[in-house]
């Protein structure tokens, strides 16, 4: 029912704040191709090739349209230090990685031993990649290191965890991604939690993954869109 106006809105159209139709035309919606974007399907059609349908359901395999979404962001944001909740496949890790030869990755995932296939994705990106069992630990240093850095930082969940870690990200002023909404109920909840505390800012999405800058000369601003 709100196919129409995701999609006007997708445009730019009725959208006042400059930086949210600046950031809805040029990222959002941006159809221009990038660099990377071959490499991504390519990993993309790699997994999914040798892979079952069921399989695929099981491991969280992000679609092309997000994972080119998900470079985009990265790019535009260009941050140094990334936040990752979930391993999935290693894909959106090597995504955002790809960004940036500078850039690092604090990957939280308890046991990211059992996951052979997000291991061997990451193979290439190891030396860049700080992998933690406990979420605390992980934000702590990745507010340590991104609060001495100009560039903002980003974090990227794919699965669900404690909604106060994700405050203090916004309270950072953490560029936050989030995935699996349409998916996964606790997901959907723990983004509406945020849109609520969110004070100032903007979010940007469908019903599958939403993107919340909580910058706080940003009005305070719900996007819904098409991707």
């Known amino acids: 029912m709100t196919a129409w106006s995701r999609h ?3 445009g730019g ?8 139709y600046r950031f809805v035309r040029n990222v959002w919606r941006q159809r221009l191709p990038y660099y990377a974007y071959s490499g991504i399907h390519q990993l993309i059609d790699t997994v999914r090739t040798s892979t079952t349908r069921q399989q695929r359901r099981m491991m969280d395999l992000i679609s092309k349209p997000e994972a080119r979404l998900l470079f985009r962001v990265t790019n535009f944001f260009n941050p140094r230090h990334i936040l990752q909740v979930g391993a999935a496949t290693g894909i959106e890790s090597v995504t955002m990685l790809e960004v940036s030869h500078e850039s690092r990755l604090y990957l939280y995932e308890p046991n990211i031993e059992q996951n052979a296939l997000a291991v061997r994705v990451l193979q290439s990106q190891l030396d860049r990649v700080e992998c933690y069992d406990d979420i605390r630990v992980a934000i702590d240093e990745l507010l340590e290191a991104g609060n001495d850095d100009e560039a903002p930082m980003l974090a990227l969940v794919n699965t669900p965890f404690d909604e106060t870690m994700l405050k203090r990200l916004i309270e950072a002023r953490c560029i936050v991604v989030m995935r699996n909404l349409k998916r996964d109920e ?3 909840a ?8 969110m004070p100032m800012g903007q979010t940007y999405g469908n019903d599958k ?12 601003e719900d996007f819904l869109l098409w991707l």
């Open 209 to 220: 993954i939403a993107i919340l800058n909580p910058n706080p000369k940003l009005q305070r």
């Open 190 to 197: 723990l983004f509406d939690t945020c849109c609520q505390y």
């Open 8 to 10: 006007h809105r997708s």
């Open 186 to 188: 606790a997901m959907q």
């Open 13 to 20: 159209f009725g959208i006042h704040s400059p930086y949210a």
